[in-house]
Every structure is written in C-alpha cells, then in structure tokens.
C-alpha cells in the first residue's frame, strides 16, 4: 500500500470538534459517547518506511472533560481501555475519512499536565474560558493511543492506513 499519507490530513482531523468514546462496561455491555476532545500539537512525521511512527516521535495526547458518574466515566473507572472514532461530517460515501483509535485513559490531576491540556481546550474552545464552575465540577481525562487507522475514501474505496507501537 503507498504510504501517502501527509501530517497535516492527520492534523486536520484533529482539529475535528468531537471524537466517539467506545466503552465497555464492568458487565460487558458496549457504550458509545461523544465529547470535545483537544490533541497535543504533532510534529514533522516521516510516514515514508515501514508506516509506523518512529520511535523518538510522541503520540497525540487528546484531553477532554467528564463527569466520572457518566456511563463512560465508570466504564473507564473499571477498563481503562478504549477505542476512539474522529470523523468530519459528510453526506457522501466517497467523502468519508477520519481516524479510529484504541489506547489508555487516565484520570489528570491538577498540576503541570493538567494545565497544559486546559490551555490546549481553550485554544480550541474558547467559549470554555466562561465556563470555569462547570469545569470543575468536572474530571480531565487524557487518552494516550497505541494504535491509529486512518481511514479516507478520498484516496480509493476502502483506503486505510494503520500505526501501532509508538
């Protein structure tokens, strides 16, 4: 498969308001559920070899805001691990394209990471800096991944390209 893939179509999903959490709950019952989310910046990425990420670049860290009581937020207080779904809205089967990911969420206390993932979800929604109480009757959750598949039926029917191991 050509690796043709270019940094700033996966920046440009990123900047995609809302990703899909699917979960999985303590008795096995699937749940899905939208949020903001807002992705640490991305460096240059050399897609040309294998199609994995090299070793010395970090993956995306995408931070969004829950309440831990939320279906989601007890599925992940049981299972940390979940798959993630970004997409542009289209109306088009040749126009569908977006990312699917699966990884580790994890609670952010308030400190250093904390803060940058607050500025990073400012800078995307600002309307959240009025927002302060809401906020903080709220929880930050940071979603490493571990393995990406962009999809994009631009490029052909049924393109895909997947990344795994950072």
Same mark, same amino acid.
């Given at each position: 498969?050509?690796?043709?893939?270019?940094?700033?179509?996966?920046?440009?999903?990123?900047?995609?308001?809302?990703?899909?959490?699917?979960?999985?709950?303590?008795?096995?019952?699937?749940?899905?559920?939208?949020?903001?989310?807002?992705?640490?910046?991305?460096?240059?990425?050399?897609?040309?070899?294998?199609?994995?990420?090299?070793?010395?670049?970090?993956?995306? $860290? @995408? +931070?969004?805001?829950?309440? %831990?009581?939320?279906?989601?937020?007890?599925? /992940?207080?049981?299972?940390?691990?979940?798959?993630?779904?970004?997409?542009?809205?289209?109306?088009?089967?040749?126009?569908?394209?977006?990312?699917?990911?699966?990884?580790?969420?994890?609670?952010?206390?308030?400190?250093?990471?904390?803060?940058?993932?607050? $500025? @990073? +979800?400012?800078?995307?929604? %600002?309307?959240?800096?009025?927002?302060?109480? /809401?906020?903080?009757?709220?929880?930050?959750?940071?979603?490493?991944?571990?393995?990406?598949?962009?999809?994009?039926?631009?490029?052909?029917?049924?393109?895909?390209?997947?990344?795994?191991?950072?």
């Amino acid at each position: 498969m050509e690796r043709d893939v270019r940094i700033d179509e996966l920046v440009e999903l990123l900047a995609v308001s809302t990703m899909t959490l699917a979960t999985t709950s303590a008795d096995g019952q699937p749940h899905a559920a939208p949020v903001y989310f807002a992705a640490s910046s991305l460096s240059s990425i050399d897609f040309s070899s294998s199609g994995e990420f090299p070793p010395h670049w970090e993956a995306p $860290v @995408l +931070y969004f805001f829950s309440d %831990p009581q939320s279906q989601h937020g007890q599925d /992940i207080a049981s299972n940390p691990r979940i798959g993630i779904a970004i997409y542009p809205p289209c109306y088009d089967w040749q126009d569908i394209r977006g990312l699917q990911m699966r990884g580790v969420v994890k609670i952010i206390e308030k400190g250093a990471e904390w803060e940058r993932g607050w $500025v @990073l +979800y400012q800078a995307k929604f %600002p309307f959240t800096s009025s927002l302060k109480e /809401i906020v903080a009757r709220n929880t930050m959750y940071s979603f490493l991944p571990s393995w990406l598949r962009m999809v994009d039926n631009r490029k052909g029917f049924g393109f895909k390209q997947e990344w795994e191991h950072w």
